[in-house]
């Protein structure tokens, strides 16, 4: 059984700082891609960061140059340090991976149960 587990989410005033964790965990052979995603009420889910295994990352334009995605491979987990946070960034955050279980030789997608985030004065 393979699962991520998301966490870190919380209440920030706008211009704060708040960092997100996902650890992935289970029979996992090999994680491709992880990232981050976010859905504010009645809105589409939208990407916010990814990062590949080698480290290339691609980040929305709305949190450029403000936020960070970083992973540890060796732990399978993935963090998101949200800097200068604004009220629009107020959303559940969901880390997402594509991943090859044991076993199998194909590439999936797992996410987590999300993490809310709000951004408030």
């Known amino acids: 059984q393979v699962q991520l587990v998301d966490s870190g989410g919380g209440l920030v005033q706008p211009g704060g700082s708040l960092t997100l964790s996902c650890a992935a965990s289970?029979?996992?052979?090999?994680?491709?891609?992880m990232g981050w995603y976010r859905q504010a009420p009645g809105k589409q889910r939208e990407l916010v960061a990814t990062i590949t295994s080698r480290g290339s990352t691609n980040y929305a334009d709305s949190v450029k140059g403000r936020f960070t995605i970083s992973r540890d491979n060796a732990e399978n987990t993935v963090a998101l340090q949200m800097d200068s946070l604004k009220p629009e960034d107020t959303a559940v955050y969901y880390c997402?991976?594509?991943?090859?279980?044991?076993?199998?030789?194909?590439?999936?997608?797992?996410w987590g149960q999300g993490t809310q985030v709000t951004v408030s004065s």
């Open positions: 997402n991976a594509r991943l090859m279980v044991r076993g199998r030789s194909y590439y999936e997608l797992r």
């Open positions: 289970g029979s996992i052979f090999s994680i491709d891609v």
